[in-house]
């Protein structure tokens, strides 16, 4: 029979069955490159995101409970530090603070709005991350920019 170990993970969550640890011996060079970056990034913008609209729905629907100001404080810094332990994003964290503020904390979706920024900001960097490693610099033109595929340069320098 055989089983499936899965990994959980809440730093880095990757929905991903781990596969049984290789067994090495002298002179055998194993390289391991999974392509599990996108795959981790939607189950932690998901559990991110869900996370957030809760605690959004709770500071709007429970407000008599959380108007206290100790305890709608403490809410508040719990739920930021669980948000920035999946994001790891200052700049969403940052905005995340404006719920110590009373009136406009408690109104707002102060979290969904940051959980999405952070979301969009991290699909842009994502993408560019993938587009770069083409982008060359064309010594001929000083000024611009020539989309290379890599691995046709390769083939070239390895005829040459």
Do not use: H
Not at 28 to 57: E, G, Q, W
């Amino acid at each position: 029979m055989r089983t499936t170990r899965w990994l959980i993970c809440l730093r880095y969550p990757t929905c991903q069955p781990v596969p049984p640890a290789p067994s090495l011996s002298l002179g055998k060079v194993i390289t391991l490159k999974p392509n599990v970056y996108p795959t981790a990034f939607k189950c932690r913008a998901l559990t991110a995101l869900s996370i957030s609209v809760v605690a959004d729905l709770l500071d709007f629907v429970a407000a008599p409970i959380f108007a206290v100001p100790v305890i709608g404080d403490m809410f508040d810094a719990l739920t930021i530090a669980l948000l920035y332990s999946i994001t790891k994003s200052k700049f969403s964290t940052a905005i995340n603070t404006i719920e110590f503020v009373p009136l406009i904390g408690d109104l707002l979706p102060v979290y969904t709005f940051s959980t999405m920024i952070w979301i969009f900001r991290e699909a842009i960097s994502m993408r560019i991350r993938k587009i770069r490693p083409r982008l060359r610099w064309n010594p001929s033109r000083s000024s611009s920019i020539r989309i290379m595929n890599l691995e046709d340069q390769d083939k070239k320098q390895l005829a040459t």
